[in-house]
């Protein structure tokens, strides 16, 4: 399928529609969008959860087990409130550097600099990266030490990660880094080939990437989505 719609949930909250499938990824606080009757309207339906944290895990996902073909949780998800209502053929949990081959889509789980994983999915000819709260974390107030903590992290993790080749990048942009706040997007969209990057997690302030993000030798199409409910429509 050469189209997708990407629509915006809240915080690093998306759906991405490709025909009548659906992936949801990291739901957490839905305003705007018929998310029940989208789920209703399709066939297949994939619902991931990067980690734990509420911004990024809401049990509510686990009431939607007859619409939804497969979770794939990390695992650190394992024994939050909810999960073990899920029938257990439907769920995969996945913790780093893991694989989960379900025919019609390949998952494959990298690192985070913060809690649980980040996904990398193969569907329908598309290549989709969805960081969850993998991110250079540079807090301005932070002591050297752990500034030079962060940053190594995250330059390991980026390692991992320079093989990929995406159409979309879902990536953090957190407001509250200020200046620092798109390090970590600019590294990655240096280090790994990416063709479309969807800034999320913005925590407050809107980001305004500059004119050729990262460089002008190799930028990247970007999309920073402020109201819920807000669309994209990529094609190739
Ligand atoms: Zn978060």
């Not at 305003?31 to 789920?39: I, K, N, S």
């Not at 500034?147 to 990048?169: P, S, V, W």
Request: hydrophobic residues 40%.
């Amino acid at each position: 399928m050469d189209r997708l719609e990407v629509t915006y949930l809240f915080n690093s909250g998306f759906v991405v529609k490709c025909g009548r499938d659906l992936l949801i990824f990291d739901y957490y606080l839905n305003p705007t969008v018929g998310l029940e009757q989208l789920m209703a309207d399709s066939e297949n339906v994939w619902v991931f959860s990067s980690h734990r944290h509420a911004d990024h895990y809401n049990p509510v996902i686990c009431d939607w087990q007859e619409r939804v073909t497969h979770y794939f949780l990390s695992d650190d998800i394992r024994y939050e409130t909810g999960v073990h209502k899920i029938k257990q053929e439907k769920v995969v949990f996945m913790k780093p550097y893991e694989q989960a081959d379900m025919k019609t889509l390949q998952v494959n789980s990298f690192g985070s600099t913060d809690e649980g994983i980040s996904f990398s999915v193969e569907w329908k000819g598309w290549r989709i990266f969805h960081a969850g709260d993998l991110n250079w974390w540079h807090w301005k107030g932070d002591t050297p030490e752990n500034i030079r903590m962060a940053a190594e992290g995250f330059k390991t993790e980026l390692a991992k990660l320079q093989h990929l080749k995406l159409d979309i990048a879902f990536f953090p942009v957190d407001s509250r880094l200020e200046e620092y706040r798109a390090l970590g997007a600019e590294a990655f969209c240096r280090t790994v080939q990416v063709d479309n990057l969807v800034a999320m997690h913005t925590r407050g302030e809107a980001w305004t990437a500059p004119a050729y993000f990262p460089d002008k030798e190799r930028p990247v199409t970007v999309w920073c989505p402020v109201q819920s409910g807000e669309g994209r429509t990529f094609s190739k």
